[in-house]
Nanobody, 115 residues
């Protein structure tokens, strides 16, 4: 099992930056892939970014070039650096991991981008 706790969300202006963190309750070294999902009001949850254990990254087209996902295995922490934020980036951001076939989610952190 693993518990995931996100932090770093907040209210910002368009063009600002935020860094989200996801602290895991155990070593993430053996977790093959970790993700950041987001859910805007009245919309389905969507994948924003993925990182493999080896550091390979995948981004949604809408965030490519603006967001950077990274992981620090020594600190058991996943990050999402978000630059040039837009109002359409507003939503709840969730950390996700799959461990031995079971999906784990954090409680989410709210990001609100004002125009």
């Amino acid at each position: 099992q693993v518990q995931l706790v996100e932090s770093g969300g907040g209210l910002v202006q368009a063009g600002d930056s935020l860094r989200l963190s996801c602290a895991a309750s155990r070593s993430i070294y053996s977790i093959s892939g970790m993700d950041w999902f987001r859910q805007a009001p009245s919309k389905q949850r969507e994948l924003a970014a993925h990182i493999s254990r080896g550091g390979t990254t995948i981004y949604a087209d809408s965030v490519k070039g603006r967001f950077t996902i990274s992981r620090d295995n020594a600190k058991n922490t996943l990050y999402l650096e978000m630059n040039n934020l837009k109002p359409e980036d507003t939503g709840v951001y969730y950390c996700h991991a799959t461990l031995i076939g079971t999906d784990y989610w954090g409680q989410g952190t709210q990001v609100t981008v004002a125009s």
